[in-house]
């Protein structure tokens, strides 16, 4: 008998803002001291209040629609509510339904995979285990975390790992994390079931394996999990849904945790943060910085194909150089955009970003961005 196995991925990606997530304690904190980027919003102590970081939301939702996915329109923040040493106040922060981004999807070699959501949380601290200690640093509390997760439509190790670099090229392409493995900026998750070749039922169970942090664990992992659950199958025997970890020493998954002793988190909605909502100019404005962003770092660059190109920032020349006719532009661009004009002038400078995709519009990416930009201030001065 044949099975195929049945694949969902679950991937943290770090963000690289430069706050972190609900306070304005230093994002920047690889091999900073222990507790040295704390406060208490990212401690945890009673009554201190998150205050969400727009940049970590925006990178999410750029993310996203690099994706293919929706954008909800209304979104919020939810408690997770365990006990674990790093997460002192007893919740951790995330999303639960209306997740800021759902239902995208990545071309593969191997076919289409299915992105069910991409939600915004927060990462708890860090333990170290001694030998009779454990200790303890926060510097990693409340930095923000894009949680991608895919529907269980991969088929193949080469499939999730194919998948994985393209987020990880993509994430580093948008500029919304370093996407460093070796410092843990991308954490992954992989759900594995097998089924008989040609069924299309979901398998009624799962495993999850954890501590996978490099795309070689991944394969190792996929290529184990799938023999150990076809010789369970194959001698008749049922695969128990539960959560084990990758051994990349021993080169195993090793039992962690059985179904029956899986939490119940009592997500509920975060009082302290209001919901989020998100209107048509400001989806627009993320769409256009989106098309910049792709289209400056290559101009072969869609948003669909984004992988085929090489992502290199020089040599771009622009025929459009007549600074009279540039101003010509802009001052129609100025006439158009009454709005972004004045959230300029009230100080919001990603009004610019704005105006200059405008710009780049009209003269179909052939005006350099710089000059476009200082001719603009000029003209709003
Ligand atoms: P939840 O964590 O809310 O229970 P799911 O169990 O539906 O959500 O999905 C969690 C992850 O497990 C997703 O990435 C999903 O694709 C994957 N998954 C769900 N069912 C299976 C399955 N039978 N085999 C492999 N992966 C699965
Ligand atoms: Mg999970
Ligand atoms: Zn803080």
């Known amino acids: 008998m044949l099975y195929e196995s049945v694949i969902g991925l679950e991937i943290h990606i770090q963000l690289n803002t430069k706050s972190k997530m609900f306070c304005s304690c230093s994002n920047d904190i690889w091999k900073k001291p222990p507790n040295s980027l704390v406060c208490p919003t990212c401690l945890g102590l009673p009554g201190a209040l998150p205050v969400p970081n727009k940049e970590a939301i925006k990178k999410v939702q750029l993310l996203g629609l690099a994706l293919n996915c929706t954008l909800n329109k209304n979104s919020h923040f939810a408690r997770k509510n365990y006990f674990y040493p790093d997460l002192p106040k007893g919740y951790q922060i995330t999303q639960f339904s209306d997740a800021l981004c759902e239902k995208g999807r990545l071309e593969t070699s191997f076919g289409e995979v299915a992105i069910r959501r991409i939600h915004l949380e927060e990462d708890t601290g860090k333990s170290m285990y001694t030998k009779d200690e454990t200790l303890l640093d926060f510097n990693k509390s409340g930095v923000p975390l894009a949680e991608l997760v895919t529907e269980p439509n991969i088929t193949s190790a080469a499939q999730a790992v194919e998948f994985c670099k393209k987020i990880r090229e993509l994430a580093r392409l948008l500029g919304v994390s370093n996407a460093d493995m070796e410092k843990g900026n991308i954490r992954l998750e992989l759900?594995?079931?097998?089924?008989?070749?040609?069924?299309?039922?979901?398998?009624?169970?799962?495993?999850?394996?954890?501590?996978?942090?490099?795309?070689?664990?991944?394969?190792?992992?996929?290529a184990y999990e799938t023999k150990r659950q076809e010789e369970l199958?194959?001698?008749?025997?049922?695969?128990?849904?539960?959560?084990?970890?990758?051994?990349?020493?021993?080169?195993?998954?090793?039992?962690?945790?059985?179904?029956?002793?899986?939490?119940?988190?009592?997500?509920?909605?975060?009082?302290?943060?209001?919901?989020l909502e998100f209107d048509e100019k400001y989806v627009g404005m993320l769409k256009q910085e989106l098309s910049q962003v792709l289209f400056y770092k290559d101009k072969n660059i869609s948003e669909a194909s984004f992988e085929k190109s090489k992502i290199t920032k020089e040599k771009i020349t622009y025929s459009m150089n007549d600074e009279n006719e540039l101003s010509k532009l802009v001052k129609e661009v100025i006439a158009e955009n009454p709005a972004p004009v004045s959230d300029y002038r009230m100080g919001k400078e990603n009004a610019l970003q704005f105006l200059i995709g405008c710009v780049m519009k009209k003269t179909k990416g052939q005006s350099n961005p710089k000059m476009v930009l200082d001719i603009i201030k000029s003209l709003l001065e």
Do not use: C, H
């Open 191 to 222: 759900n594995i079931s097998l089924r008989k070749e040609g069924e299309k039922a979901l398998p009624n169970y799962r495993v999850e394996i954890k501590n996978i942090n490099s795309f070689k664990f991944l394969k190792n992992a996929v």
């Open 233 to 275: 199958l194959k001698a008749g025997k049922e695969v128990l849904q539960e959560t084990r970890g990758w051994s990349e020493s021993g080169k195993k998954t090793v039992s962690q945790r059985k179904k029956e002793m899986e939490n119940d988190y009592r997500y509920f909605p975060e009082p302290d943060i209001p919901p």
